[in-house]
Structures are given as structure tokens and as C-alpha cells.
């Protein structure tokens, strides 16, 4: 089936699967809403981009960038629970 064929129905079925993904508490740091648009999470869409070495290098990079700048920016404790959100996922990838 075509996008084109979709009918109106179907237009609005998806539109109400859309209002669903959409929360309501934002979650700056297990859940960021700039990084969960339409069915999929950024970090996934990275994931399934890359061999799992290449991966972990990424989430690696990510923990040592939250932990090097989490003084500078004003929010130190956001940075820090977002430098450990990348570290236990990296620790998830391991096991």
C-alpha cells in the first residue's frame, strides 16, 4: 500500500498513535523529548546504524562528555544523571 492510498480513517489512526507517543512529563534525562519523535528513539535509530564496537564507543563518548562539561552549563546534576544513563546503558550493551 502507497502512502498516497492511505484513506482518511487511516490518516486519523495514525494521527492518534502519534498523540500517544507524546508525554506528558518530559524527562530530560532518560526521555528527552527532542530525542523521541514519532515511533522510535534516537538512541535506537543510532544503535541499529552502527556495529555494537561502534556503538559502545558512542555511548562511551557521550558518558565523558556529560562528566567533562556537567560544571559548566548551570545544571550539574542533570549532566551527571545524564553522564550515568550513558554508562549504565553502556553497561546493558555488555552483559
Known sequence: MSIDDATPSQ??????LNKLS???DADPVTQPDHYNKGSIEAIEAIKAS???NEFNGYLKGNALKYLWRYDYKGKPIEDL???RWYIER??????
Not at 90 to 95: G, H, P, Q, R, S
Request: charged share 45%; with cysteine.
Open 11 to 16: 490518516w486519523d489512526a495514525v494521527r492518534e
Open 50 to 52: 552502527m556495529p555494537i
Open 81 to 83: 544523571r545524564k553522564c
Open 90 to 95: 553502556l553497561i546493558e550493551e555488555l552483559n
Open 22 to 24: 507524546i508525554r506528558k
